[in-house]
T-cell receptor
């Protein structure tokens, strides 16, 4: 079974600085997707960024980018120019690309605080 | 285009009562997933349904929990004879196809007195 590990329960960053959240995963599959979700206090689950395992290029979305290391099974999230609105729980998630086997597997999350 | 709609947002039940949680997927989406989030934990998969069919219920507790997604109407997650340990946030997600992105609702927070 696949597992996702987020080793940092809490992180903090100064406003306008950069922070990196760690995520590692375990799988025997070669084709899969990886995601970062943001959950603010309102509890919505907001998709931040998505990476296909077959793509070598790291995904980016504005101030959010990932460092995907397939051999190391590592998928870290970098937030640049941090803003107060970035404060939230961040969850890393894995999903198999095999048809019919599509539940998301989540890590336990990292709580990010942004200091003004 | 409305997103995934879950209701109620908050639900309070006494031990032994039944809880019904509803999820209306996004328009055009026929795949629904239910996840449970315990306090300070990530979301854990419960069940995956397509219209009128349960595709994967490997994450569902064997007793008291059931789910359906009828031809007409929302998907329902039903918990019978609730216990304190059922207190959690329950999230629904929907997608167009089995390998398409999943869009989440705002969740239902279930509290058991």
């Amino acid at each position: 079974a696949q597992t996702v590990t987020q080793s940092q329960p809490e992180m903090s960053v100064q406003e306008a600085e950069t922070v990196t959240l760690s995520c590692t995963y375990d799988t025997s599959e070669s084709d899969y997707y990886l995601f970062w979700y943001k959950q603010p206090p309102s509890r919505q689950m907001i998709l931040v960024i998505r990476q296909e395992a077959y793509k070598q290029q790291n995904a980016t979305e504005n101030r959010f980018s990932v460092n995907f290391q397939k051999a190391a099974k590592s998928f870290s999230l970098k937030i640049s120019d941090s803003q107060l609105g970035d404060a939230a729980m961040y969850f890393c998630a894995y999903r198999s690309a095999h048809s019919g086997n599509t539940p998301l597997v989540f890590g336990k999350g990292t709580r990010l605080s942004v200091i003004a | 285009n409305a997103g995934v709609m879950q209701n109620p947002r908050h639900l309070v039940r006494r031990r032994g009562q039944e809880a019904r949680l509803r999820c209306s997927p996004m328009k055009g989406h026929s795949h629904v997933y239910w996840y449970r989030q315990l306090p300070e934990e990530g979301l854990k998969f419960m069940v995956y349904l397509q219209k009128e069919n349960i595709i994967d219920e490997s994450g569902m507790p064997k007793e008291r929990f059931s789910a359906e997604f009828p031809k007409e109407g929302p998907s329902i997650l039903r918990i019978q004879q609730v216990v304190r340990g059922d207190s959690a946030a329950y999230f629904c997600a929907s997608s167009e196809g089995s390998n398409q992105p999943q869009h989440f609702g705002d969740g239902t927070r279930l509290s058991i007195l």
